[in-house]
T-cell receptor, first 110, second 113 residues
């Protein structure tokens, strides 16, 4: 079993839609959680950190469920510019080990 | 305002050749990482370093060596390239204290024929 698993998608949604991605992790000792965004053939960039209490940044909301070992990302009012691959990142042992999920691809169409 | 710089950005090798990828960061970050990214596989950790003079194996270290002689540089070497090492390689760094954002280089696309 992979340490971090994501649905690869693609999720094809119209502009204005709400879409949610989940990411499950296997190591219960995992400490920190992040969502990164990667555009085609570009480097990943931090979208947002995920806090235990949940957090929001504009149209983006991230949640953490430690009991079930998953994190989620909700995107409201999708824009064409949201089309990208969203990577879930989980850390264990401080920052010695950052594990990436394989990513979920989102395609927003007019 | 360079951040993390990788060189070269593209390279084609023949099987058995050797090469070195250079990663340089100007943010005084302690931790540096080398990842490879293959279609459908996500980013996999090859080696990492927690400070100058230290290196450690990641998830897929076989066939690669690394060195961190200076804090700002992290080198990834392929001693005898194989077609299975065709991939996109990303270097990243992070300042441990306060943690937060992992900064990536733009990637190095390597093809081994």
């Amino acid at each position: 079993r992979k340490e971090v698993e994501q649905d690869p998608g693609p999720f094809n949604v119209p502009e204005g839609a709400t879409v949610a991605f989940n990411c499950t992790y296997s190591n219960s000792a995992s400490q920190s959680f992040f969502w990164y965004r990667q555009d085609c053939r570009k480097e990943p960039k931090l979208l947002m950190s995920v806090y235990s209490s949940g957090n929001e940044d504009g149209r983006f909301t991230a949640q953490l469920n430690r009991a079930s070992q998953y994190i989620s990302l909700l995107i409201r009012d999708s824009k064409l510019s949201d089309s990208a691959t969203y990577l879930c990142v989980v850390t264990t042992g401080g920052y010695n080990k950052l594990i990436f999920g394989a990513g979920t691809r989102l395609a927003v169409h007019p | 305002n360079a951040g993390v710089t990788q060189t070269p950005k593209f390279r084609v090798l023949k099987t058995g050749q050797s090469m070195t990828l250079l990663c340089a960061q100007d943010m005084n970050h302690e931790y540096m990482y080398w990842y490879r990214q293959d279609p459908g596989m996500g980013l996999r950790l090859i080696h990492y370093s927690v400070g100058e003079g230290t290196t450690a194996k990641g998830e897929v270290p076989d066939g690669y060596n690394v060195s961190r002689l200076k804090k700002q540089n992290f080198l990834l070497g392929l001693e005898s390239a194989a077609p299975s090492q065709t991939s996109v390689y990303f270097c990243a760094s992070i300042m441990v204290a306060g943690a937060g954002e992992l900064f990536f280089g733009e990637g190095s696309r390597l093809t081994v024929l």
